[in-house]
């Protein structure tokens, strides 16, 4: 039905910047919506930013202006462009995916999760 396969963690200067990417394959499926959550250590997943197959987003407030959140239609990817980071942005990032399989069902699917250390 859907995999999702994410990329672009790793470890980053507070102030720098990450790219992560996400990208959907599989059959008989059409993206609805795709975001990205997080979990810190010893915290709950929280959304990060959200975008429709349409184009429009949103963005928790802690991020909002820091992160970008976009998708290329044609290759079923959506990235989240992530500048200005800061300790508290460390975490485990975590692309989800709403979808329709076989134009009948609405599917939900998570990806592997990677992780994001913003540290000196």
């Known amino acids: 039905q859907l995999q999702l396969v994410e990329s672009g963690g790793g470890l980053v200067q507070p102030g720098g910047s990450l790219r992560l990417s996400c990208a959907a394959s599989?059959?008989?499926?059409?993206?609805?919506?795709m975001g990205w959550y997080r979990q810190a250590p010893g915290k709950q997943r929280e959304l990060v930013a959200v975008?429709?197959?349409?184009?429009?987003?949103n963005y928790a407030d802690s991020v909002k202006g820091r992160f970008t959140i976009s998708m290329d239609n044609a290759k079923n990817t959506v990235y989240l462009q992530m500048d200005s980071l800061k300790s508290e942005d460390t975490a485990v990032y975590y692309c989800?995916?709403?979808?329709?399989?076989?134009?009948?069902?609405?599917?939900?699917?998570w990806g592997q999760g990677t992780l994001v250390t913003v540290s000196s």
């Open positions: 975008i429709t197959s349409d184009g429009s987003t």
């Open positions: 599989g059959i008989m499926f059409r993206i609805t919506t």
């Open positions: 989800n995916a709403n979808y329709l399989y076989r134009s009948t069902q609405f599917l939900v699917r």
